[in-house]
């Protein structure tokens, strides 16, 4: 069984930055990718960053692009999302996620199929 445990969120001001975690156990396939999302209220899911397990490549949306930078410790089952330059428009709930590697659209919702739950980031101005 597949289990994800997002955390590490919190309230940050502006220009700020915060790392979350996500504590991973259960995946097996070796072509699987870690994602993150997130969801502010009235928005939709959107996929933001992930990373391959079987060679590390990681891939990021365009909105945060050069602020986000996602790793893995694989001795610790965790994959990590650093957030830097923080801006109100990121406030969101952050959520993880394991699933299959599509590499047409990596970050697409779709392709996972386990969630973690979610870890609240709030950004203030």
């Known amino acids: 069984e597949v289990q994800l445990q997002a955390f590490g969120g919190g309230l940050v001001q502006a220009g700020g930055s915060l790392r979350i975690s996500c504590k991973i156990s259960?995946?097996?396939?070796?072509?699987?990718?870690i994602g993150w999302f997130r969801q502010a209220p009235g928005n939709v899911r959107e996929g933001i960053s992930c990373?391959?397990?079987?060679?590390?490549?990681?891939y990021y949306a365009d909105s945060v692009k050069g602020r986000f930078t996602v790793s893995s410790d694989n001795a610790k089952n965790t994959v990590y999302l650093q957030m830097d330059r923080l801006q109100p428009e990121d406030t969101a709930v952050y959520y993880c996620?394991?699933?299959?590697?599509?590499?047409?659209?990596?970050?697409?919702?779709?392709?996972?199929?386990?969630w973690g739950q979610g870890t609240q980031l709030t950004v203030s101005s």
């Open positions: 996620a394991a699933g299959n590697f599509i590499r047409a659209t990596p970050m697409m919702p779709l392709w996972y199929h386990s």
């Open positions: 259960g995946v097996t396939r070796d072509d699987a990718a």
């Open positions: 990373i391959r397990s079987s060679d590390g490549s990681t």
